[in-house]
């Protein structure tokens, strides 16, 4: 249980940094006109959108007051949903 709680999010963090950070040297080394349409969309999307929204998820769920309310938001979106 110690291991989930210290260890995960700092390897999802990791994971996270070490996609962008080979993203980044793929786009570089072999530039825009090589890579398909649909990858440099998901480069832009990776770089711009996951990163701030993954960190204080990861890092946050771990505060009890923040991860309810994060539970909570997904039961009502699911509600909402369906």
């Not at 996270?16 to 080394?29: E, K, Q």
Request: aromatic share 12%; charged share 10%; net charge positive.
């Amino acid at each position: 249980h110690k291991f989930i709680q210290t260890c995960v999010p700092h390897l999802l963090s990791l994971i996270n940094v070490t996609i962008a950070f080979l993203f980044d040297v793929l786009y570089s080394r072999y530039g825009s006109r090589n890579v398909p349409q649909g990858v440099r969309n998901f480069m832009a999307m990776e770089f711009l959108l996951i990163p701030p929204i993954l960190n204080p998820l990861i890092y946050g769920l771990n505060l009890t007051t923040v991860r309810q309310q994060v539970i909570r938001l997904t039961n009502v979106f699911c509600v909402l949903k369906w």
